[in-house]
């Protein structure tokens, strides 16, 4: 099979799975919405981004690491699954406890702690779920990755159903929830078992050693994800409650356009790898993903922007109507969160980590300031405008960066600047 063959088929199971449980999740945000109100959709949202944060810190570039390691090495898959697990349960107590620690200290109310833990625990376990997830892509075998997520699908809309049916608490949602997230680790978890995951003994110094080398990688990923839940958490210290519900209704579709990009980036760096030893064929193959990723994405921004509007009424109701500007902001970012995510792939796979460290630093620090004095002016629309810009400026950061990333490994020739001029000509769109 043909590389871009095989990320195509590879992207369609890794995409096709977590369109269902994406689905599921935004099923779940609206029953809370709708059912709850616009506080209790601003609570969890807060919760979630505060969980999401801590639960980047603690995975430290460890899923990325691994996948890179076992798509180069398939045979090492037990020794490189053992250590990424190790590390990353003794990452996640200390994060989950630098959390609670945080919390307490804020102040945060004892009432919200039932639904916090719970939320919390899903979080994480959620992360196992993705390093499983993987580890499958680094093999090849994303087949059982759509299959398991279509089963976790399932059981979240049999639980938004029928909570809503009885109508049951917030808590009671977020245990089904939990419930479900344990079935997809074990069950992606026994997959990797049969394809050949055995326990076996990792030395100390491993263990250090991949933390070591996952570290910049993880960085990188902890800033992006310290914008994408900076936008909620920084909303939630200077708006209403009913305001962050507002932007989280409208952040939905961001968050999951991020899900997507991220994994379209696994999916790539894993295919990447195969190609680290010939510059000249590394760099036709990324030239034609990138393509494909502005002839896709492109068009499709466009189409959601131009109905944003009736669908956030329709999903939400007319009570979010304020929702829809920043709606559509948002969207206006999706091509700049596509081609950012292929070019953290690039840089990872040349060893070239830290020109993303050094970009995402900086954007992480820009995007956090935008959101405060953009958010206290104009609220959800001014974060939303916040989030545009940044990943505007990680774009062109990466363009301006471009030889800097591909000095290793390859022969750095395919210009960024001439892939998106050709996007506009006829003959490039044959060629893609």
């Not at 933390?211 to 958490?233: A, C, E, K, N, Q």
């Not at 792939?345 to 995402?360: D, H, Q």
Request: hydrophobic residues 55%; aromatic residues 10%.
């Amino acid at each position: 099979m043909k590389p871009i063959h095989r990320l195509r088929d590879n992207l369609a199971n890794v995409v096709g799975g977590e369109l269902f449980l994406r689905a599921a999740n935004a099923a779940v945000a609206v029953l809370i919405g709708r059912a709850y109100g616009a506080r209790e959709l601003g609570t969890y949202a807060a919760v979630l981004a505060a969980a999401t944060l801590a639960e980047r810190l603690a995975d430290n570039g460890l899923e990325l690491t691994g996948i890179a390691e076992v798509s180069r090495h398939p045979e090492s898959l037990s020794e490189v699954a053992n250590t990424l697990y190790i590390d990353k349960t003794a990452l996640s107590v200390v994060a989950i406890a630098l959390l609670a620690l945080t919390s307490r200290a804020l102040g945060f109310p004892k009432s919200q702690w039932p639904i916090a833990t719970v939320l919390t625990i899903r979080t994480f376990l959620y992360s196992y779920c993705r390093s499983n997830a993987g580890l499958l892509k680094a093999l090849n075998k994303t087949k059982h990755i759509i299959r398991i997520q279509a089963l976790h699908c399932l059981l979240l809309t049999l639980s938004v159903v029928a909570i809503y049916l009885r109508q049951r608490g917030l808590l009671m949602l977020l245990v089904c929830l939990l419930g479900a997230q344990t079935v997809e680790f074990l069950l992606s978890s026994a997959v990797l078992f049969r394809l050949g995951l055995r326990r076996s003994v990792v030395s100390p110094s491993t263990c250090w050693d991949m933390i070591w080398r996952s570290t910049p990688v993880g960085l990188i990923y902890t800033f992006s994800t310290l914008m994408l839940r900076g936008d909620v958490v920084v909303l939630s210290l200077i708006a209403s409650a009913e305001e962050v519900g507002t932007f989280s209704a409208a952040n939905t579709a961001l968050v999951f356009a991020y899900v997507i990009a991220w994994l379209f980036s696994g999916v790539l760096l894993s295919n990447l790898g195969s190609f680290s030893h010939d510059g000249e064929a590394f760099d036709s193959y990324f030239r034609k993903c990138l393509n494909a990723v502005l002839i896709l994405v492109v068009p499709t921004a466009t189409v959601a922007i131009a109905l944003s509007h009736l669908v956030i009424l329709f999903v939400f109701g007319k009570a979010f109507e304020a929702a829809t500007l920043p709606g559509a902001l948002m969207l206006a970012a999706l091509p700049f969160i596509f081609l950012n995510a292929a070019f953290l792939s690039r840089t990872v796979a040349r060893n070239a980590s830290s020109l993303s460290l050094g970009i995402y630093g900086f954007t992480a620090v820009l995007s956090l300031l935008l959101n405060y004095f953009l958010g206290r002016s104009n609220g959800a629309a001014g974060v939303a405008v916040s989030i545009l810009i940044r990943e505007v400026v990680i774009t062109l950061l990466f363009v301006h960066f471009w030889n800097f990333g591909g000095t290793r490994g390859g022969s750095g020739s395919c210009e960024v600047a001439e892939c998106i001029k050709e996007s506009a000509e006829p003959a490039w769109l044959q060629t893609a």
